[in-house]
């Protein structure tokens, strides 16, 4: 056992010694050219649901062990050089190239790659899951994203877009059941949109977006289910900072029942923390609270020299609008029509915020307000956003794991 720990950290010294001599070469989505460590001669490495290489270490040391050569260590670790932050100028780019994450074959539990497969899970649905045993503790598992679900990533993403799209829960499970002979209950589902949501949006905080400088917001009313027959329905206010050029949703806040100089304040707070530098502008409606709101996060107590000029559109609409934030506040409304009415405000919010900037495209320049500002999400939209969410720290688990009968 020591001899092939051993031998594993020799592998991964030489593949970290082939990397210094250039990036492997890319022929398509699973194959690689990896080149020698010592000779100019490169070797062909296939990643479909495991890794393979031609060179002789592979094919006579490490075919049927679950080891690895060099040269496939060395892909393992290009994938995640990868995925690793740069620095332009003087804005860090927190999110240049969010890259679709493969299944690296990695323990859970100690994190080892010296595995081997081991039968198949079959979940609830029917569908079979390979099963694979690391050699080093002795723990099962299947490679997932999610934690604990009976169905892939894909379909949860397939369900948050229908739903950020305009069907219910109900349509989505019906859509499910017809399509794909997956039985799903609508609160499943709605159980999905409000978990995932929520670690999406936190994880799209992380993210500093290259924006104009001038901001628009505004305070929409959203209906509630907490009415009763005498009151008649009820509605809470949902507060909405936005780009005005890239159209990127800066911040989307519930108050309940208020609006008034502490609502626009935090609002202004959280878009500020997204935002990373103050804006050059921020343009309002006639609501007062916004005047000392924006006075006090951005500290604009001189009034000969205010750190961030507010213009309020009443008595100014020939000249300046705030069209582009009540267009974001009328398809909200459309969004939430279908539902009539619903509970978890923020929650929904925080889902609408990330489907706006990172999921739709512009009719006009088929662009997301993220793509404007700099964040490119390649791939699948929804299912690059919903890994990438995942490895924020307390989010879920990135592995499903299975004890061993011995444990």
């Given at each position: 056992?020591?001899?092939?720990?051993?031998?594993?950290?020799?592998?991964?010294?030489?593949?970290k010694?082939?990397?210094e001599?250039?990036?492997p070469?890319?022929?398509?989505?699973?194959?690689?050219?990896?080149?020698?460590?010592y000779?100019?001669?490169?070797y062909?490495?296939?990643?479909?649901?495991?890794?393979?290489?031609?060179?002789?270490?592979?094919?006579?040391?490490c075919?049927?062990?679950?080891?690895?050569?060099?040269h496939?260590?060395?892909?393992?670790?290009f994938?995640?050089?990868?995925?690793?932050?740069?620095?332009?100028?003087?804005?860090?780019?927190?999110?240049?190239?969010?890259?679709?994450?493969?299944?690296?074959?990695?323990?859970?539990?100690?994190?080892s790659?010296?595995?081997?497969?081991?039968?198949?899970?079959?979940?609830?649905?029917?569908?079979?899951?390979?099963?694979?045993?690391?050699?080093?503790?002795?723990?099962?598992?299947?490679?997932?994203p999610?934690?604990?679900?009976?169905?892939n990533?894909?379909y949860?993403?397939?369900?948050?877009?229908?739903y950020?799209?305009g069907?219910?829960?109900?349509?989505?499970?019906?859509q499910?059941?017809?399509?794909?002979?997956?039985?799903?209950?609508?609160?499943?589902?709605?159980?999905?949109?409000?978990?995932?949501?929520?670690?999406?949006?936190?994880?799209?905080k992380t993210?500093?977006?290259?924006?104009?400088?001038?901001?628009?917001?505004?305070?929409?009313?959203t209906?509630?289910?907490h009415?009763?027959?005498?009151?008649?329905?009820?509605?809470?206010?949902?507060?909405?900072?936005?780009?005005?050029?890239t159209?990127?949703?800066?911040?989307s806040v519930?108050?309940?029942?208020s609006?008034?100089?502490g609502?626009?304040?935090a609002?202004?707070?959280?878009?500020?923390a997204?935002?990373?530098?103050?804006?050059e502008?921020?343009?309002?409606?006639?609501n007062?609270?916004?005047?000392?709101?924006?006075?006090?996060?951005?500290?604009?107590?001189?009034?000969s020299?205010?750190?961030v000029?507010?213009?309020?559109?009443?008595g100014?609409?020939?000249q300046?609008?705030?069209?582009a934030?009540?267009?974001?506040n009328?398809?909200?409304k459309?969004?939430?029509?279908?539902?009539?009415?619903?509970?978890?405000?923020?929650?929904?919010?925080?889902?609408?915020?990330?489907?706006?900037?990172?999921i739709?495209?512009?009719?006009?320049?088929?662009k997301?307000?993220?793509?404007?500002?700099?964040?490119?999400?390649?791939?699948?939209r929804?299912?690059?956003m919903?890994?990438?969410?995942?490895?924020?720290?307390?989010?879920?688990?990135?592995?499903?794991i299975?004890?061993?009968?011995a444990?």
């Open positions: 056992m020591n001899d092939i720990k051993e031998q594993s950290k020799v592998r991964e010294e030489r593949a010694s082939i990397l001599k250039g990036n070469e890319s022929l398509d989505n699973f194959t690689y050219l990896v080149p020698s460590q000779s100019d001669k490169k062909r490495v296939i990643h479909l649901d495991s890794y393979s290489c031609e060179c002789e270490d592979y094919v006579r040391r075919v049927g062990t679950g080891l690895y050569c060099k496939i260590k060395a892909i393992i670790l994938e995640k050089l990868k995925n690793a932050y740069e620095v332009e100028g003087t804005i860090k780019k927190e999110i240049d190239d969010i890259i679709e994450i493969k299944e690296t074959g990695c323990c859970p539990k100690c994190k790659l010296n595995l081997i497969k081991r039968g198949w899970r079959k979940t609830s649905i029917g569908d079979e899951k390979q099963r694979y045993m690391c050699k080093e503790c002795n723990t099962r598992f299947v490679l997932s999610i934690k604990n679900i009976k169905v990533a894909k949860v993403c397939l369900a948050m877009d229908s950020y799209k069907h219910s829960y109900r349509d989505i499970s019906d499910f059941k017809q399509f794909y002979g997956i039985e799903l209950h609508h609160e499943t589902i709605r159980r999905w949109i409000l978990k995932f949501g929520d670690i999406m949006e936190k994880y799209s993210v500093t977006p290259r924006t104009s400088g001038t901001w628009n917001a505004d305070e929409t009313l209906r509630t289910k009415g009763n027959r005498e009151r008649g329905a009820d509605y809470e206010y949902v507060w909405n900072v936005m780009d005005k050029d159209k990127f949703l800066l911040a519930t108050s309940g029942h609006r008034n100089i609502d626009a304040k609002v202004m707070k959280e878009a500020l997204q935002n990373k530098v103050n804006p502008h921020i343009i309002t409606d006639r007062p609270s916004y005047q000392e709101g924006i006075r006090s996060t951005f500290r604009n107590w001189n009034v020299k205010k750190k000029k507010h213009t309020s559109i009443v100014h609409r020939k300046i609008n705030n069209n934030i009540e267009n974001l009328g398809q909200q459309e969004f939430q029509k279908v539902r009539r009415g619903i509970n978890e405000v923020q929650k929904y919010s925080n889902g609408f915020k990330v489907f706006n900037n990172f739709r495209k512009g009719v006009k320049d088929n997301t307000p993220a793509e404007r500002c700099g964040i490119e999400v390649k791939g699948n929804w299912e690059t919903l890994v990438k969410s995942l490895e924020v720290p307390n989010a879920t688990a990135n592995q499903e299975v004890k061993s009968p444990d």
